[in-house]
């Protein structure tokens, strides 16, 4: 059973809307969670990187936010784009012991985000 | 220009055929992986290396095979095909420190069609 949930599947907006990405995950202890862009034919590039004492990170119209008491995070995007159009993934790394050893990521399985002229 | 670069981009081939994909970044990075994205589009680790040694081996058919020659080098070598390893297959690495912590790039992507 995957870890890490991710909703709404897909998700068509008006450019110029906002809009929020919800992802919810059981993986525990975790390290970090992150959030990636994946643009159709392209590799996942990076939004967000927060470690679990973060509530918050911004990065341009992109900002996510971590609740690890419920182990929620949601990724809100102002102000849409006709290039934010992409795939969205949840990423949360669960490290089994400290140094560069054994750790685990898991990924969900993407919000598909369409935004319309 | 900086980057993690895959080579082919497109790979079709018949089932049972043996074949490999290159991967090679110049941004310096310690740690380097590959990740197999399925048709659902659900990215899966399958390896990574730190500095040429193996520290994630997911379970994997071992008909895979990474191969590092060097740290900026990850090469996936695939024996006997079968039409499930169909998908696409990214390479990432991320900079010297405490490994999948940092931040990863990721290169283009090979598409793999198993006939």
């Known amino acids: 059973k995957n870890q890490v949930e991710q909703s709404p599947q897909s998700l068509i907006i008006l450019e110029g809307k906002n809009c929020t990405l919800q992802?919810?995950?059981?993986?525990?202890?975790?390290?970090?969670l992150r959030w990636y862009k994946q643009d159709t034919g392209r590799g996942p590039v990076s939004l967000t990187i927060m470690t679990f004492s973060e509530n918050t990170k911004s990065n341009g119209r992109y900002t996510a936010t971590l609740d690890a008491d419920t182990k929620q995070s949601s990724l809100h995007i102002t102000a849409s784009q006709l290039s934010d159009s992409a795939s969205y993934i949840c990423v949360v790394i669960k490290v089994s012991y400290s140094g560069a050893g054994s750790y685990q990521l898991t990924f969900g399985k993407g919000t598909k985000l369409s935004v319309i002229p | 220009d900086t980057a993690v670069s895959q080579t082919p981009k497109y790979l079709v081939t018949q089932m049972g055929n043996d074949k490999s994909i290159k991967c090679e970044q110049n941004l310096g990075h310690d740690t380097m992986y590959w990740y197999k994205q399925d048709s659902k589009k659900f990215l899966k680790i399958m390896f990574s290396?730190?500095?040429?040694?193996?520290?994630i081996n997911e379970t994997v058919p071992n008909r895979f095979s990474p191969k590092s020659p060097d740290k900026a080098h990850l090469n996936l070598h695939i024996n006997s095909l079968e039409l499930g390893d169909s998908a696409v297959y990214f390479c990432?690495?991320?900079?010297?420190?405490?490994?999948?912590?940092?931040?990863?790039?990721f290169g283009p992507g090979t598409r793999l069609t198993v006939l």
């Open positions: 990432a690495s991320s900079p010297p420190g405490q490994g999948v912590d940092n931040e990863q790039f």
């Open positions: 992802c919810n995950y059981t993986v525990s202890p975790f390290s970090n």
């Open positions: 290396y730190n500095n040429k040694e193996l520290i």
